[in-house]
């Protein structure tokens, strides 16, 4: 099994950034697509971006482009989000993912997940 730890998150004003790590174990994780999926209160978790095994590719939600970035260290088998320019409805518990495959449009897929972390919230201020 994989497991996946997320740290990075806390209070931030509007406008302002964080950088979100999610730091897994298992010795494949370079094989593994990684994405960043988000879910506020009484809302569906949604995506947010993904990333190929190689970290060449990557996918964003439309409401996170030219903001976010993700990214990742195959060596210390670590995935990124940097997160600018943040709005409050960036507001969310964010959660890391990955999935055994290669990058595709399934990976953007919620349910095409087979390992999550546990979160760590964003709460972005007005």
């Known amino acids: 099994q994989v497991q996946l730890v997320e740290s990075g998150g806390g209070l931030v004003q509007a406008g302002g950034s964080l950088r979100l790590s999610c730091a897994a174990s298992g010795r494949t994780f370079s094989t593994y697509s990684m994405g960043w999926f988000r879910q506020a209160p009484g809302k569906e978790r949604e995506f947010v971006a993904a990333?190929?095994?190689?970290?060449?590719?990557?996918y964003y939600a439309d409401s996170v482009k030219g903001r976010f970035t993700i990214s990742r260290e195959n060596a210390k088998n670590t995935v990124y989000l940097q997160m600018n320019s943040l709005k409050p409805e960036d507001t969310g518990v964010y959660y890391c993912a990955a999935r055994p495959a290669p990058l595709t449009y399934f990976s953007c897929k919620t349910g095409n997940y087979d390992y999550w972390g546990q979160g760590t919230q964003v709460t972005v201020s007005s």
């Open positions: 990333i190929s095994g190689s970290g060449v590719t990557t």
